[in-house]
């Protein structure tokens, strides 16, 4: 069975610096992996999606990247804000199964 | 709709008592999720809906649990019998069956509360 793994489980930064979140999963057949933010309270907002074929995705401040044969992607955050604080999560999805890590959670510091 | 949506945000119960947990999903998105999240926790797999019928219901905790989506469209969740274990938030989510990229939209989710 899938396992997915999320390190650290959480991260305490001052604002303005750049960070990167890891995620790393067991078995590297998988179809795409997804990275989700989560407030607290709220729903899972998909972020970024990698698809098996692909190193890396960008949106805005954010990139994520895959190594599917070593089993690890990240998700490197340029230029960190308060209002990035959340906790954030990986999902691997393989045929039409999803297995999410436990998640990071963020404090950008002000 | 625009987006995934759940009713009730809220449901507190009593243990014993029947619930019922709604999700309206994306239009158009076939295929269908429901999740359960404990604090602290990832959102754990219960049910999977291609179309109206459950192509995966192996993440069901018991035969207390039982989904159902009669139209393909909106998906309720029912629970039997609640247990204080049962408090959780359940997720719903949806996604096109495009197998290029399958990207899960999630609804808000409703938070269950079992006294």
């Known amino acids: 069975k899938q396992e997915v793994t999320q390190i650290p489980a959480a991260l305490s930064v001052p604002e303005g610096e750049n960070l990167v979140l890891n995620c790393s999963f067991t078995?590297?057949?998988?179809?795409?992996l997804q990275w989700f933010r989560q407030d607290p309270g709220k729903g899972l907002t998909s972020l970024l999606l990698?698809?098996?074929?692909?190193r890396e995705q960008t949106s805005g401040r954010l990139n994520a990247s895959l190594d599917k044969s070593s089993g690890r992607s990240t998700l490197y955050i340029a230029a960190s804000q308060p209002g990035d604080s959340a906790t954030y999560l990986c999902?691997?999805?393989?045929?039409?199964?999803?297995?999410f890590g436990t998640g990071t959670s963020l404090t950008v510091i002000p | 709709g625009a987006g995934v949506s759940q009713t009730p945000s809220n449901k507190v119960t009593e243990k014993g008592k029947y619930v019922e947990l709604r999700c309206d999903p994306i239009?158009?998105?076939?295929?269908l999720y429901w999740y359960r999240q404990s604090l602290g926790q990832g959102p754990e797999f219960l049910i999977y809906?291609?179309?109206?019928?459950?192509?995966?219901d192996s993440g069901l905790p018991n035969d207390r649990f039982f989904a159902v989506r009669p139209e393909g469209s909106v998906s309720t969740l029912k629970i039997q019998r609640t247990e204080r274990g049962d408090s959780a938030v359940y997720l719903c989510?949806?996604?096109?069956?495009?197998?290029?990229?399958?990207?899960?939209?999630f609804g808000e989710g409703s938070r269950l509360t079992v006294l």
């Open positions: 989510a949806s996604s096109s069956l495009n197998a290029n990229t399958r990207e899960l939209f």
């Open positions: 078995d590297s057949a998988i179809y795409n």
């Open positions: 990698i698809q098996s074929s692909q």
């Open positions: 999902a691997v999805r393989h045929v039409n199964q999803f297995y």
């Open positions: 239009s158009g998105h076939t295929a």
């Open positions: 809906f291609q179309g109206t019928g459950a192509a995966d």
